[in-house]
């Protein structure tokens, strides 16, 4: 019984590894083309498809057989036709994955925010602004209005003007591109909050409980800079120090595991427990964080 068994693994192992890579790429391709305007497209060429070849096999229609093989190939073309916007938006996300980002590029990106965030701050302009990492924060884009487009400090500083429409909630960071603007970001539940905390670090804090996001906050009433990251708060940073622990964030994730606990010891908000969020510091009033 073993030996039957082994030697049919042996003979046929090749089309078992094709089912389970197939099944996967049907799977992805499905879960990336969902929700479409192709996708009922998709959907409804598929069950013709599907039904025209059912009935020729079972009647054993001849023609019809030799037309669904003939016109497969113009059917795979019509395909690429059909999903063209689909399939340049995946192959530009395939392009612009980190693992094909140099550090170099990540670091001029870090420059470029730091001058961003610190001039909002100069300005008096309130920001919350979130960096993407390995999560996904596809959840958070749709509560906005979708951008995709270049990173600017211009169109930062345009989005969080007092006195345009896109100024309340947070932008969406991803690589070297602006996602979103207006974004609603989910308020940290916790208790043991210093009343003085304003709901843009509030949105930032509960970012970064849900995701791996880094969120960057500028006060509108202090212009105090914090980042939130792991469900902890770093607040008042200097220019030099947003540099030094954004790099460490984002370029050294190993070094941030490592060294948790160093960075809850320097961050401004400590361990959960029961004493008060940030009773050390208070800030005047609240920022305006409407969602």
Not at 73 to 100: C, D, K, N, Y
Not at 119 to 140: D, H, M, P, Q, W
Not at 174 to 201: K, S
Request: with cysteine.
């Amino acid at each position: 019984m073993l030996e039957s068994a082994g030697s049919f693994l042996r003979e046929y192992w090749t089309s078992g590894v094709e089912i389970a890579i197939l099944t996967i790429v049907l799977y992805y391709t499905y879960l990336y083309l969902r929700g479409t305007h192709g996708a009922r497209i998709l959907i409804g060429l598929a069950l013709v498809f599907l039904t025209l070849t059912l009935v020729s096999q079972i009647f054993n229609l001849m023609v019809i057989g030799f037309l669904l093989k003939s016109f497969s190939v113009f059917l795979a073309i019509a395909l690429v036709v059909i999903f063209q916007p689909e399939l340049r938006r995946a192959l530009t996300q395939l392009g612009s994955h980190h693992f094909f980002t140099s550090a170099f590029e990540e670091r001029e990106t870090i420059e470029e925010v730091t001058d961003t965030v610190f001039e909002l701050a100069s300005k008096g302009f309130g920001a919350l602004v979130a960096i993407e990492r390995e999560l996904s924060l596809k959840t958070f884009v749709e509560t906005g209005v979708r951008l995709d487009s270049d990173y600017s400090k211009e169109l930062v500083l345009t989005l969080f003007q007092p006195k345009t429409v896109l100024h309340d909630g947070g932008v969406i960071l991803r690589g070297d591109r602006i996602v979103a603007a207006a974004c609603i970001f989910p308020l940290t539940q916790r208790e043991d909050l210093d009343r003085n905390l304003g709901l843009r670090h509030r949105a930032g804090l509960g970012l970064s409980e849900e995701s791996d996001a880094v969120a960057i906050v500028v006060s509108e009433e202090t212009g105090q800079v914090s980042i939130c990251h792991s469900g902890l708060i770093e607040r008042n940073l200097s220019v030099e120090k947003f540099r030094r622990r954004l790099s460490q964030l984002l370029l050294h994730d190993k070094y941030e595991r490592d060294r948790s606990q160093q960075l809850e010891s320097e961050a401004d908000l400590p361990v959960p427990g029961n004493r008060p969020l940030v009773s050390h510091q208070t800030e005047r009033g609240t920022d305006k964080y409407q969602i």
